[in-house]
Every structure is written in structure tokens, then in C-alpha cells.
């Protein structure tokens, strides 16, 4: 099969797009939309919706297209996982692991299957090959950068990733979208959790977590209010606490600082600027290192400890499956579940999910 590529197709204009990209440049691409999850979100089944979307694009392209279910494997791999760590305390990004687990797994192994060579996504991320290994970059566009959740990906699913994307800025995309009339130019980008969707986040848990309420605490012990159960709450959130502010620290709004899980209470304190919201170290575990190994078992490097997070200069130490890092700057919600990814330059090396934040001082 001449130059046969899958390419990840989601219902939106960058998979599109990218689909276009290929056709265009010779390859024999051949669309392939995944069904990872059963419920209908407010009655309207969304995947049924972006697979109208995802056929029209095909039948524009004039391109073969399939759907695939990978629910189970979805259920199995990527939202246990994410209840787990929820129950345990945690704020888990599942996205990391669906591309990991999902799409450069099990759609990768169709890929293969279908005597593709490689397999295409509308990732803002860009792969080169020097030095021996394959390596992963940070999307030309600053702002759709999303090598942040590629960084689990290994050698196998780099060689065989293509990110046409990845040189390109969202408006570019979005005008070439126009140019080839393609079907969703104008579609608006999803938003959260892709088994979410736009629905609300806390009435979404609360299907399989029973509610635990509790007291929210001061610093200093001080019974502030209740909260509905530590899992409904992450680090630095300030919205949805339901306590006003106090005359004594200028009417500032309350953030969540930490959960004690022991005694099942929420820890808020007063200011976006409080002390324990900043941490300048944290450790990580389930290491993954997108060239094969870490650059080093001491190194200088940026880090972003959530999505969007601008670089962060730090120094990571690498002891097996855990790594420590001393940020030369202290950090604000460095949140236990999140992922810390690691950067040399352009270059995403690696990363962990945060294990634990503390001070050094």
C-alpha cells in the first residue's frame, strides 16, 4: 500500500486539517475516529456528532474513513486510573494517559494493522530524529503547544508519529481549513476532559464518588465552613469554597492549600499570594522519558507543573522511577496527580506525576 498513513481523526479542524496535510503531500491517508467513551452528555450523544463531522471531512478529502470503539480499553486503563487517584487525594490528568494508552497504543496497533507506517494526529508538537533517538518539540505555536501531553510517548510511538501540525500557528490552520472548505473550519474546539466534555465537573464525580462532606480549616485549625468531600477540590482552586472574605486581611478571597485526608478536612487560606500556595521543590514518580532515558542523573532544565504553566527553570535529580526537583523559583499549586514535565530548550525529555511539593527552606 503506497505511503498508507491513519490519521487520528477527532471531528475537529486540526485533525482535519491534517488530514489534508498528508493528502497533499503524497501520503494515502486514511481517517480513523475513536469512540472512547458510552455516555451521552445531556441527552445528545457528542460522538455521533463528531463522527457526522468526521465523514464529511473524509467524503471533502475524499478519503476512506473508520470507527473504532475503544471504550473498554479506555474504562480499563485510563478512568480507573483516574478514579483511583481522585479517591486517594490526587488531581490526575487523564489526557496524558489516553494518548499514551489509547491513541498511541491501541490505534496505533490499527494503524499498523491496516498496513499503515505511521500514525497522524492533530497534535501542536513537532518530532525530529538526531543524536540516535527519536525526540519530541514543543509546537511552533506557544499558545496550542501540546508536547505537555505527549510526554509519556516512548521510541516505538515517536517513530511512528506525525505531527503536521506542529509548524504551524491555529490561525493559519483555521484559514487553510476556510481555503479547502472544509466542513468544521468554523467548528469551535472542544473543551476538558474529552469524557467530560463541557459538563459540569463536580456533578460528574458526584455519579461515582459518595458524598463525604467535612470541615474547611484555616491554617490555624479554624473551623471555616464545610466542604462537599476532598475529591470535589484541587490545589489553588479559589471558586465554588463558599466562605467570604474577612475584614482583617482585606476582604481577600480563600484558596484551597491542601486536604487532610486523615481527618478528612479541606485547608483553605486567605490571598492568591499565601506562603502555602508556593512550594520551590517537589519529588515524581512513574518517570517517562521520551529519548529512551534522562539527559542526565543531575540536570538544569524548565519545567511546567500543569498545562499552560510558562517554563519554570529548575534542577531535576534522577534516582530511578523518581525524580526530585528544586525550582529556582518557588511555584505556585504544585498539585499531587498533575504531571511535571521536563525541557531542555524546545525539547520535551520527559517527566512524572507529582508525588509530593515541599519547601527546601
Keep these: 500500500m503506497e505511503k498508507t498513513v491513519v490519521v487520528g481523526m477527532s471531528g475537529g479542524v486540526d485533525s482535519a486539517v491534517a488530514a489534508y496535510l498528508m493528502k497533499e503531500q503524497g501520503y494515502a491517508p486514511v481517517g480513523v475516529f475513536m469512540k472512547n467513551w458510552e455516555e451521552q452528555q445531556d441527552g445528545v450523544c457528542t460522538a455521533a456528532r463528531d463522527f457526522d463531522d468526521v465523514k464529511a471531512c473524509c467524503a471533502a478529502l475524499d478519503i476512506p474513513y473508520y470507527s473504532v470503539n475503544f471504550s473498554k480499553q479506555y474504562m480499563e486503563r485510563v478512568f480507573s486510573y483516574f478514579l483511583d487517584e481522585y479517591r486517594a487525594g490526587r488531581t490526575p490528568n487523564p489526557d496524558v494517559l489516553c494518548n499514551r494508552e489509547i491513541k498511541f497504543k491501541e490505534l496505533l496497533d490499527m494503524a499498523l494493522k491496516l498496513g499503515a507506517g505511521h500514525l497522524v494526529t ?43 501540525l506542529g509548524g504551524m500557528v491555529k490561525g493559519d490552520v483555521r484559514a487553510l481549513a476556510r481555503r479547502q472548505r472544509l466542513p468544521v473550519a468554523v467548528k469551535k474546539d472542544s473543551t476538558g476532559i474529552c469524557f467530560i466534555g463541557e459538563r459540569d465537573f463536580k456533578a460528574f464525580l458526584q455519579n461515582y464518588f459518595p458524598a463525604q462532606p467535612g470541615d474547611m480549616v484555616a491554617p490555624d485549625g479554624r473551623i471555616l465552613g464545610r466542604h462537599d468531600g476532598l475529591m470535589f477540590y484541587t490545589i489553588g482552586q479559589r471558586s465554588g469554597l463558599h466562605i467570604g472574605g474577612r475584614s482583617d486581611a482585606g476582604g481577600q478571597p480563600w484558596f484551597v492549600v491542601d486536604k487532610d485526608m486523615q481527618r478528612n478536612r479541606l485547608v483553605v487560606a486567605q490571598g492568591g499570594d499565601h506562603p502555602l500556595l508556593f512550594h520551590d521543590a517537589c519529588t515524581a514518580g512513574d518517570l517517562h522519558w521520551t529519548a529512551g532515558g534522562p539527559p542526565a542523573a543531575e540536570f538544569a532544565c524548565q519545567v511546567k507543573v500543569r498545562y499552560r504553566q510558562s517554563d519554570q527553570s529548575a534542577r531535576a535529580y534522577v534516582r530511578g522511577q523518581h525524580m526530585t526537583l528544586h ?24 517527566g512524572g506525576v507529582i508525588d509530593e511539593r515541599y519547601n527546601r527552606r
Excluded: W
Design 122 to 164: 492533530g497534535h501542536y508538537a513537532r518530532v525530529e530524529y538526531h543524536d540516535g533517538a527519536y525526540r519530541l518539540y514543543k509546537g511552533v505555536d506557544a499558545s496550542k503547544d501540546q508536547s505537555y501531553f505527549l510526554y509519556m510517548l516512548g521510541q516505538n510511538a515517536l517513530s511512528r508519529a506525525i505531527f503536521p
Design 327 to 350: 525550582f529556582d523559583q518557588p511555584q505556585r499549586a504544585v498539585t499531587p496527580g498533575q504531571s511535571a514535565v521536563v525541557y531542555i530548550g524546545d525539547e520535551c525529555v520527559g
